[in-house]
């Protein structure tokens, strides 16, 4: 047998092998919600099942990603790449399972409303043609804030931006959203859920002095939520308010800038669990001998 058939039998033999490990990996994708916000992250999990019976470690191949997340419009067309992702490698023991979490929304266009596809490609060794994932569909829209005020960046003169606040009806749930949005741009800087809302009571937000949103909710019948934001877009954090002797807790603007919560009392988790476990159980109580 001459040189040339034996390298071609050896081609063959390699790429049979590809073809049957990466026949031997499952991939499946998931998301949480199919309707979104445009501008908020966008989280699909990508969940690998090794088959192979060895051992996997799946990396780069030179400038071939191993991973590949395949984001269409609803035209069909890919969606714009905002750069080229680097997943770093990942080793998947014999018939083990592997999740990994991304933000399509870090690598891909979705800030305009309309629907889309996304899949999941994991490529094997030196196997270009990978294995795709099951494909799903979601939405992107826009939604006209209830409430929006425009701030300059301090320290950036010229440079402004804009908190909205929205709510977004999503699988039945009514969502609370905070936005900050570059005025020059017109795009999202950033977009956060804050979590579900009972809107008949209506979100209160404020700017404080140091420029930074304030906004006051209804989560439950029983707490408010005071979340604040800063003008880049950070959370900073969240307090539980019940609602004090006055009725429902208020955002209040002081003279020098301030925004407070009136009329609530501030909820202490610690202390309530703390007051809590002072709270005698009936069978506890002492055995009263009467003559």
Not at 119 to 142: M, P
Request: glycine share 8%; aromatic share 8%; proline share 3%.
């Amino acid at each position: 047998m001459n040189c040339s058939l034996v390298m071609l039998w050896r081609m063959v033999a390699v790429v049979a092998t590809w073809a049957s490990a990466s026949a031997q990996l499952g991939v499946n994708i998931r998301m949480n919600q199919s309707q979104l916000l445009a501008g908020e992250a966008v989280l699909v999990a990508v969940t690998i099942t090794n088959h192979t019976g060895s051992d996997l470690i799946l990396a780069n191949n030179g400038r071939t990603p191993w991973l590949d997340m395949v984001v269409k419009r609803g035209s069909g067309e890919p969606a714009s790449a905002l750069g080229k992702a680097n997943f770093g490698a990942m080793k998947i023991a014999s018939g083990q399972t592997m999740t990994k979490t991304i933000d399509i929304a870090a690598l891909y266009n979705l800030r305009e409303p309309g629907s889309y596809s996304v899949s999941a490609l994991v490529r094997s060794g030196a196997d270009t043609n990978g294995f795709i994932s099951n494909r799903l569909l979601f939405s992107c829209a826009n939604v006209r804030p209830d409430w929006s005020q425009k701030v300059g960046v301090p320290g950036q003169p010229g440079k402004n931006h804009e908190f909205r606040v929205t709510n977004f009806t999503n699988s039945q749930k009514s969502l609370l959203y905070a936005q900050v949005v570059d005025c020059k741009t017109g795009l999202s800087l950033q977009t956060l859920c804050l979590g579900e809302a009972l809107l008949f009571r209506k979100p209160q937000a404020a700017v404080d002095r140091s420029q930074t949103l304030n906004i006051l909710y209804l989560a439950t019948p029983d707490f408010y939520v005071h979340a604040r934001i800063d003008v880049n877009g950070r959370f900073l954090g969240r307090d539980l308010h019940k609602r004090g002797a006055s009725g429902d807790p208020r955002l209040m603007t002081f003279a020098d800038g301030a925004v407070k919560v009136a009329g609530s009392i501030l909820y202490d988790q610690k202390a309530e669990a703390e007051a809590r476990g002072k709270i005698r159980k009936i069978s506890e109580r002492p055995t009263y001998t009467y003559n």
